[in-house]
T-cell receptor, first 113, second 108 residues
Framework: EPEVTQTPSHQVTQMGQEVILRCVPISNHLYFYWYRQILGQKVEFLVSFYNNEISEKSEIFDDQFSVERPDGSNFTLKIRSTKLEDSAMYFC???????????FGSGTRLTVV | GENVEQHPSTLSVQEGDSAVIKCTYS??????FPWYKQELGKRPQLIIDIRSNVGEKKDQRIAVTLNKTAKHFSLHITETQPEDSAVYFC???????FGAGTRLTVKP
């Protein structure tokens, strides 16, 4: 079964440093997403990406965040200057269309110290 | 935009009992409603979904019902087992946001 792949699985970074989280969505999917989940809390939407541009973003997705699809396979989330409160599990997801379910990656646990 | 509300936030049942989780949505144009299960420390995974042209769908011990008039859909788990313990999330096709989640605990 096709999978969404995320790397790294765990990243520890110093406050103020930049991090890039990487995702390889399922190859024939058209819609790509980043979500985050603080331990024990709900899955929060960050951003959606379709047709090589951001289609929607949440209030969490401020100027410190950016996404990129640099080639036909990778989908990255960059946090420019990390804060302690950015510590969370970040999930990438993709789906074939809005009438299909999401397939989630296994997540990147980001710890900002 | 589409708004999805989920209730209850926590649910505790005895093994063998049934569990029901309900979600409401706001945009009548939504036509696809998936449910996800997230076990502790793992990713959310799709367990069942329903499209707006049917009112109910079953897969073994789980079922989803849809009431388009009232704009709500529900997840039903029968004969619950301890391995059903997890957080369950609902979604609607026109929303990129999930319901807030229901933490289901099945007591042996």
């Amino acid at each position: 079964e096709p999978e969404v792949t995320q790397t790294p699985s765990h990243q520890v970074t110093q406050m103020g440093q930049e991090v890039i989280l990487r995702c390889v969505p399922i190859s024939n999917h058209l819609y790509f997403y980043w979500y985050r989940q603080i331990l024990g809390q709900k899955v929060e939407f960050l951003v959606s990406f379709y047709n090589n541009e951001i289609s929607e973003k949440s209030e969490i997705f401020d100027d410190q965040f950016s996404v990129e699809r640099p080639d036909g396979s990778n989908f990255t989330l960059k946090i420019r200057s990390t804060k302690l409160e950015d510590s969370a599990m970040y999930f990438c997801a993709s789906r074939a269309g809005t009438g299909n379910g999401y397939t989630f990656g296994s997540g990147t646990r980001l710890t900002v110290v | 935009g589409e708004n999805v509300e989920q209730h209850p936030s926590t649910l505790s049942v005895q093994e063998g009992d049934s569990a029901v989780i309900k979600c409401t949505y706001s945009d009548s144009a939504s036509n696809y409603f998936p449910w996800y299960k997230q076990e502790l420390g793992k990713r959310p995974q799709l367990i069942i979904d329903i499209r707006s042209n049917v009112g109910e769908k079953k897969d073994q011990r789980i079922a989803v019902t849809l009431n388009k008039t009232a704009k709500h859909f529900s997840l039903h788990i029968t004969e619950t087992q301890p391995e059903d313990s997890a957080v369950y999330f609902c979604a609607a096709s026109l929303s990129v946001r999930f319901g807030a989640g229901t933490r289901l605990t099945v007591k042996p």
